[in-house]
């Protein structure tokens, strides 16, 4: 309940300030609390695997400092959403590659998304939801049911449904089947069943999920990220399908696909280091 009573707390602020004064709030905010070391300590391990240096280098504290008020500002524009408009967010976020999502719903089996913690994934989902398309994100139900519906009124304001990975999946291939759009991040195991792959150079636990959904389904398997190009806007990036590999055994090739996908990830999450919000440890 206090946790509820804190976000209702934080985004009576973030309503009562201009946009401006809301990121200078959050600037400042971030700032003291990295100081403070507040949930600090596995972000900077993050950054320096990717970085792969020690985890007290200049360049990586300098990087989860940039992380760090980052994701302050991201949690800002989540506070914000029901004050902007679906016109606003298309002028606040760019999209490119929709042909390539046109193309794979041409196949008629829905498509799977997988994305990471880079930036604003919420402002992902309900950018592409914004032009049109049925979208279905896929999240964490959070014990109290109050702060569960906190973060689902945000989402549906915008047109994304919800999917729970920590409750029922049978859903998933119905969506599928109806032409649906599942976006899932996959940088981070919730569920504490994905298998360790090389990610960086080291080995990590990353989730299958989207993969094996995919392979299942027979639904194309899509990249999508969204970063922060200014501190206004955001650029979502829709990529072409990966190849997956059919022949072999399951296992196996569920491993080999899930490569494929790290791949990718590691491209954006490199490219956008200074936005990767990942507070969790994924490492081995």
């Not at 679906?86 to 997988?114: H, M, W, Y």
């Amino acid at each position: 309940m206090l946790i509820f009573l804190g976000y209702k707390f934080v985004e009576f602020l973030v309503y009562a300030t201009p946009y401006p004064f809301t990121y200078f709030i959050a600037s400042v905010t971030a700032r003291f609390l990295f100081n403070l070391n507040i949930n600090v300590s596995t972000l900077k391990t993050n950054v320096a695997n990717v970085l792969n240096l020690e985890k007290n280098d200049k360049e990586v504290v300098a990087t989860a400092r940039k992380v760090y008020i980052n994701w302050f500002m991201t949690v800002a524009d989540f506070l914000k959403h029901t004050r902007v408009s679906r016109e606003n967010l298309k002028q606040r976020v760019d999209i490119t590659g929709l042909e390539n999502l046109d193309k794979a719903l041409e196949k008629g089996k829905g498509v799977v998304i997988f994305t990471a913690h880079i930036s604003n994934v919420e402002w992902g989902a309900c950018r592409v939801a914004a032009e049109g398309y049925k979208i279905w994100a896929m999240g964490l139900r959070r014990p109290y049911e109050p702060t569960n519906k906190f973060f689902e009124s945000r989402r549906l304001a915008k047109g994304v449904g919800i999917l729970y990975v920590n409750k029922s999946l049978l859903d998933v291939f119905r969506i599928l089947k109806n032409n649906g759009i599942l976006a899932m991040p996959t940088d981070w195991d919730a569920k504490g069943t994905a298998h360790i792959h090389k990610f960086f150079g080291k080995k990590a636990y990353i989730p299958s999920g989207p993969v094996e959904i995919a392979m299942k389904s027979g639904a194309p398997l899509i990249p999508c990220f969204i970063y922060r190009k200014n501190k206004y806007d955001h650029l979502v990036e829709m990529g072409k399908p990966l190849e997956l590999e059919t022949k072999g055994e399951r296992k196996e090739l569920v491993d080999i696909n899930t490569d494929k996908m790290v791949k990718v990830l590691q491209k954006y999450i490199k490219k956008h280091l200074d936005q990767w919000e990942m507070f969790h440890d994924i490492w081995v």
